[in-house]
């Protein structure tokens, strides 16, 4: 399983939300290209970056921040906020993005997905974040009445490479992923699913671990690698590949031995 680590800007700064709420911002570092550096430094083998000023106003607002993000690492980029036509998706594999998220257009848009997915061969995932299962848009500021699930499926039938699926009530919240929403999503859809929201210890990661067979194949960590409740390093040796059980006790390989 894939430990991604977030970087969600806002001004040009790396912080964290508290379960989507912009007026609950923590900045955690005013230089996201040297958090970057950090993460890919401790074993990231991909970046989850937020534009939430772009989530926001519907059009990436963070650019320069990015664009600084993907010259300085060598591992591959997905970027979600603001993306909402193709002029803006576009821009962004040009100047080395690897991976667009869609949210809001996913809904209010969704041939767009359908037109990007084509154009694009697995290239393009579909951000669903959800408040009791229901899909939330436009930076989590508005709740929709479509089912999380619902969309999930659609969104499938229409191209998208992957879900990131975010449960807005965990995320921030360092209370551990919503295991049985996020079984449900990954059961729904054939294509993987990307877990995201609450991760707050190992226990997480290893939690989520159980999911693999149904198609989750990546977490999104985000406020616990800042805190230091998770260790990247030790995240990636417990669920990444190589990881702890999959290595014979002789080699040292065990945790628990």
């Known amino acids: 399983m894939e430990v ?22 923590e900045v955690f570092n005013d230089n996201p290209v040297e958090v970057a550096r950090q993460w890919v430094d401790q074993g ?3 970046l989850h970056l937020v534009d939430l000023d772009g989530a926001k ?18 591992v591959p980029i997905e970027v979600g906020g603001g993306l909402r036509d193709r002029a803006r998706v576009t821009d962004l594999f040009a100047i080395g993005v690897r991976y667009a998220i869609l949210g809001t257009a996913a809904i209010e848009h969704p041939e767009l997905v359908s037109d990007l997915a084509g154009e694009f061969p697995g290239q393009i995932i579909v951000g669903i974040d959800a408040r009791d299962g229901k899909v939330a848009t436009r930076g989590w500021l508005e709740t929709s009445e479509v089912e999380a699930i619902a ?7 229409r191209g998208a490479a992957a879900i990131i699926y975010t449960d807005i009530q965990r995320d921030g919240t360092l209370q551990g992923p919503n295991i049985p929403t996020m079984r449900a999503m990954a059961e729904a859809v054939s294509i993987p699913v990307i877990a995201s929201g609450g991760v707050g210890a190992l226990r997480d990661l290893l939690s989520l ?13 985000g406020r616990a690698l800042y805190t230091g409740d998770v260790s990247l390093k030790e ?5 990444g590949n190589g990881r702890w059980q999959d290595v014979p006790p002789s080699l040292g390989g065990s945790a628990f031995a």
């Open 4 to 25: 991604i680590p977030a970087i969600d800007l806002i001004d040009g700064r790396c912080v964290r939300l508290y379960q989507g709420d912009y007026a609950q911002t």
């Open 44 to 46: 990231a083998t991909r």
């Open 57 to 74: 106003s519907g059009k990436p607002e963070n650019w320069q921040a990015i664009a600084a993000i993907v010259e300085a690492v060598d």
């Open 151 to 157: 969309l999930a499926q659609q969104m499938e039938e």
């Open 209 to 221: 671990l159980a999911l693999e067979a149904q198609g989750v194949e990546g977490v999104i960590v």
């Open 235 to 239: 995240a990636v040796r417990a669920v």
